[in-house]
């Protein structure tokens, strides 16, 4: 790939007639494209990566954290560069919608500067800075094939890893959660938790539909892959990334789905979904159909946790009252986890919107905002569907969980982040 933007052809020593030997541009070139794939590699599987046992006993956790802290290092550092060196990266942050991520992290810098806890918010702080400035650098130089090739590889990585632990170390493989105080349910988790494990797959999931439904690969390839991938999600017993796919390629390819020979299958569809809603929530009783419907929508067959959102009103709740009491400054990437801690919580606000607005404020949380909404708007227009179905995804998902900058930020946010700059970084190799 030719960088114009990696300076003039110097080189290390001439010969005799003047020329360059070794070209350090020549150099920087054939280097950098490795280095890159290498390092988004490590920042995609190692980031989304932690094995540990339900008592939090890791499987190899100081190997780990190395791993992870010498990836997302590697990342900022080639993130630095493209910010300052690469004049179409630096474009893209400073381009709608692209400007609102540059706000959430100038805001949350703030946030830091500010926290009540400094030390422990700093680290979480350039973790997600390097990652930010690093995935747009990613897309732009390995370009847009080699870019989800990369993704793709490390989400089956992800998925196969996860499925050995599941199979044969069920004690790194397998997590109990607790529905009541007295019952439990066990869930894959495989590589991470098993809401992380989703997330990726319904990715995967999309990636797939895209490369199928475009022609881009054999049916014979993506859909026993779609099919792992489906069975991934029921053994994780997430509801919300399943739905998330289900409507991304809906409203992505919905002119296929109003299509006139196609719309009798689209009326029945919409038609038992709304029949299944009547039957769950018109009545004050529950029928052997409704408690069927609902044993199937929920991990513990009880109503109230799709009415409480799985517990997370409560802390929706908590985390605005506290986002009220520092409006303005927040309280510091990461901070969160005390605070949640002390409530015996969840250790995630589980909408990030609410999870920006706590670390940086509500300024912050306003960027996080406009973000999703310019890119929502970006995504209806239909001009670039892989990146409308990721973020249709990721959209959704963030309404529940923190799926973008994350405590460790990994494939969700770099995936989100090369759908934001995609009008500007594409140059249509896939």
């Not at 973790?127 to 747009?136: C, D, E, G, H, I």
Request: net charge positive; glycine share 10%; charged share 10%.
């Amino acid at each position: 790939m030719s960088n114009p933007t990696l300076g003039a052809n110097r080189g290390f020593d001439h010969g005799d007639d003047g020329g360059s030997v070794f070209s350090l541009n020549e150099f920087i070139e054939s280097a950098i494209v490795p280095i890159t794939a290498m390092v988004l590699f490590g920042v995609l599987f190692l980031n989304q990566t932690h094995i540990e046992t339900n008592e939090k006993v890791k499987l190899a956790g100081g190997l780990e954290l190395l791993l992870r802290l010498a990836a997302t290092g590697a990342a900022g550092l080639l993130g630095i560069y493209g910010f300052l060196f690469v004049p179409k990266v630096r474009l893209a942050f400073l381009s709608f919608p692209g400007v609102w991520v540059l706000g959430v992290v100038l805001f949350v810098f703030g946030g830091t500067v500010l926290s009540p806890y400094k030390t422990y918010s700093f680290p979480y702080l350039v973790t997600m800075t390097a990652v930010v400035l690093f995935s747009p650098f990613a897309f732009y130089t390995l370009g847009t094939k080699r870019f989800f090739k990369t993704v793709l590889s490390t989400m089956m990585l992800t998925l196969l890893g996860s499925w050995f632990l599941y199979l044969f170390m069920p004690e790194y493989g397998v997590m109990i959660e607790h529905t009541s105080k007295t019952e439990t349910v066990e869930r894959m988790g495989g590589m991470s938790h098993p809401n992380v494990l989703s997330g990726v797959v319904v990715l995967m999931i999309v990636l797939l539909s895209y490369l199928w439904f475009e022609g881009k690969k054999s049916w014979k390839i993506c859909l026993p892959l779609l099919l792992l991938c489906f069975t991934t999600m029921v053994f994780t017993g997430t509801r919300v990334a399943l739905v998330a796919a289900v409507v991304s390629i809906l409203v992505v390819y919905r002119r296929f789905w109003l299509r006139v020979d196609i719309l009798p299958i689209t009326a029945a569809l919409g038609v038992a979904i709304l029949l299944g809603a009547l039957v769950l929530f018109s009545s004050e009783k529950i029928s052997p159909v409704s408690s069927s419907l609902i044993g199937s929508a929920t991990r513990s067959g009880d109503v109230e946790e799709i009415t409480s959102v799985t517990g997370r009103a409560a802390i929706w709740e908590y985390c605005a009252r506290l986002v009220a009491e520092r409006p303005l400054i927040g309280y510091g990437p990461g901070v969160s986890k005390i605070y949640l801690a002390k409530k015996q919580y969840l250790l995630h606000p589980h909408n990030v919107v609410l999870s920006l607005a706590f670390s940086g404020g509500v300024f912050a949380g306003f960027c996080g905002l406009m973000m999703f909404l310019q890119q929502l708007f970006v995504s209806l227009g239909g001009k670039y569907r892989l990146a409308a179905l990721v973020s249709f995804v990721i959209i959704l998902n963030s309404l529940t969980e923190v799926a973008i900058f994350d405590y460790v930020p990994g494939t969700t946010t770099v995936i989100w982040l090369a759908a934001i700059f995609w009008p500007i970084l594409d140059d249509g190799s896939l």
